[in-house]
């Protein structure tokens, strides 16, 4: 069964850094783009970062300059630092996997979503 576990969530002061990881795991192979994702109360989930397989990264206009995504492909690893948190960057970020191949399932999956990891900034 493939599972993307997400840690480092917690409780931080403004101005302060989390680190958030994400590891994909269930015998999968070829991951194509990474990202993180947020939702924070009564608003949609939005894009926060993404990376591809050639380490291509892209950013909201929110969080540029103080986020840093990058992965760690013998792992099936990626991570989120978060810098300069603000009370606003508060949310359950969500960690994605657009596709990959499963040896279990002999095919592609697509969309994968871990359970998500709680961000709270505030004093």
């Known amino acids: 069964q493939v599972q993307l576990v997400e840690s480092g969530g917690g409780l931080v002061q403004p101005g302060g850094s989390l680190r958030l990881s994400c590891a994909a795991s269930?015998?999968?192979?070829?991951?194509?783009?990474m990202g993180w994702y947020r939702q924070a109360p009564g608003k949609e989930r939005e894009l926060v970062s993404t990376?591809?397989?050639?380490?291509?990264?892209n950013y909201a206009d929110s969080v540029k300059g103080r986020f840093t995504i990058s992965r760690d492909n013998a792992k099936n690893t990626v991570f989120l630092q978060m810098n300069s948190l603000k009370p606003e960057d508060t949310a359950v970020y969500y960690c994605?996997?657009?596709?990959?191949?499963?040896?279990?399932?002999?095919?592609?999956?697509?969309?994968?979503w871990g359970q998500g990891t709680q961000v709270t900034v505030s004093s």
């Open positions: 269930g015998s999968i192979v070829n991951i194509q783009t």
């Open positions: 990376v591809n397989s050639r380490g291509r990264t």
């Open positions: 994605n996997v657009d596709q990959a191949y499963s040896f279990t399932y002999s095919g592609n999956l697509y969309d994968l």
